[in-house]
């Protein structure tokens, strides 16, 4: 395959699952994430051709420091990062600061093949890559699975489908060359988009964050990438007068309260109370799924129970928790307390058991104890990064006044 730069045709064809978004109208196709089943040989073949399209991007330093997704040593806590520093260093300086929140349209599906082919030619890929990467792109087919019933086959004359190892490379290098500005940040993780900015004029501000997106507008149009307004968020962190109104493909953007980026739901007030108490919700209602396996009269045995907290559970806890745990510590009792409850269900526990014995009796230490840890090594990985928006991360004084991720979690008594 390498030799001839051919990707063979019969590992081309997708089978397309349709999978419905969480609380949304099953009879609409719209509200469906397409979901792309690959034969294994395709599947290792894309593996390999991306690692070396990978290796080529880092290595030659191609990719924007910006762009956070699917790239070594980057994650969405990363970029997380940087979006909750930028606000509370405007914030500490007594400076007004917004983020508009893109939402793109299909993002993965709707990838221009010749545009994409014209930038990889463009940014000096080698020619042999080039080839196979065309002869993967081009000419692939799918057919949409429900239950065991099959579609006619149809062509896929554009997109990346969700599924495709290829994809998330292959989309990053798509925005590689995004309009940036001096006035704001760019925050990207794939396709999820945030542009922030700050000032110590609100209407300096906003005419920042309008010529930005403006030159987006334009951006978009030119790569064939669509923007949903509707769904497009602005929030104004800013405790004084209301900042001036944000403007999008000639459609206001009104301001928000709270959005959610990167699956952490962001307030104005950066108290993270909302999101503390989504992330308490949702683990409720995976623990009601998996109840019969962690339930009191389950058959299995408590090493098995624990096994599916560890893995299941508890990752939805302490998911981004070096982004947000240094909220109020009446805020962090609602996740420490999720914890007691299912702990003391799995260990069948009486009610007059201590949940500090609970613990001790299964070597599980607290939430506190278990985010502490995660922001240690999250922060010691920090200092160091080679990625150019992880250095440009401000730094700060340990002054006890300051609430910002890195002194509550590291150097202050957190437990």
């Known amino acids: 395959m390498f030799k001839l730069r051919y990707f063979p045709n019969a590992w081309k064809t997708a089978a397309l699952i349709p999978i419905l978004k969480p609380g949304k109208n099953p009879k609409l196709a719209d509200f469906h994430r397409p979901i792309s089943l690959l034969p294994i040989l395709s599947k290792l073949a894309e593996k390999i051709t991306s690692t070396k399209l990978n290796d080529f991007l880092e290595r030659e330093n191609i990719l924007t420091p910006e762009q956070h997704g699917f790239r070594p040593r980057l994650s969405t806590s990363h970029q997380l990062l940087r979006v909750v520093e930028y606000i509370k260093?405007?914030?500490d300086r007594n400076q007004y600061a917004a983020a508009v929140f893109l939402d793109i349209q299909k993002a993965f599906d709707i990838v221009?093949?010749?545009g994409l082919l014209f930038k990889l030619i463009t940014y000096k890929i080698p020619p042999p890559l080039i080839l196979l990467l065309k002869s993967c792109i081009n000419d692939r087919t799918l057919t949409v699975k429900i239950n065991r019933t099959y579609s006619q086959i149809k062509s896929a004359k554009a997109?990346?489908?969700?599924?495709?190892?290829?994809?998330?490379?292959?989309?990053?290098?798509?925005?590689?060359?995004?309009?940036?500005?001096?006035?704001?940040?760019?925050?990207?993780y794939a396709d999820d988009t945030a542009i922030l900015s700050r000032h110590y004029d609100p209407k300096t501000l906003t005419k920042n964050l309008n010529e930005h997106l403006a030159h987006l507008e334009i951006w978009f149009s030119v790569w064939k990438i669509a923007l949903n307004t509707s769904k497009t968020e602005a929030v104004s962190f800013s405790q004084k007068r209301p900042t001036p109104e944000i403007t999008l493909q000639n459609q206001r953007i009104p301001w928000s309260q709270h959005t959610k980026y990167l699956s952490v739901i962001i307030d104005k007030n950066l108290t993270f109370r909302q999101h503390i108490t989504h992330v308490r919700n949702k683990f409720k209602n995976a623990s009601r799924k998996l109840y019969s396996l962690i339930c009191r009269k389950s058959k299995l045995n408590r090493r098995k129970k624990m096994l599916i907290y560890t893995l299941i559970f508890k990752p939805l806890l302490t998911y981004a928790s070096p982004i947000w745990a240094h909220a109020a510590r009446t805020n962090i009792n609602l996740i420490?307390?999720?914890?007691?409850?299912?702990?003391?269900?799995?260990l069948d526990a009486h009610w007059y058991m201590r949940n500090t014995d609970i613990r001790t009796s299964c070597n599980n230490p607290t939430i506190r104890q278990t985010i502490r840890k995660l922001a240690i090594n999250f922060f010691s990985n920090i200092d160091g990064h080679d990625n150019p928006s992880i250095q440009a991360i401000p730094t700060y004084p340990t002054l006890p006044f300051i609430r910002r991720p890195r002194y509550i979690l590291v150097d202050s008594d957190f437990n």
Not at 160 to 185: C, E, H, R, W
Not at 336 to 346: G, K, M
């Open 89 to 91: 260093d405007g914030i």
């Open 112 to 114: 221009w093949h010749t």
């Open 159 to 188: 997109g990346i489908a969700q599924g495709y190892i290829l994809g998330p490379v292959l989309f990053n290098f798509y925005v590689n060359d995004i309009i940036k500005s001096t006035n704001t940040m760019i925050c990207m």
């Open 336 to 346: 420490e307390s999720s914890q007691n409850v299912i702990l003391r269900q799995i």
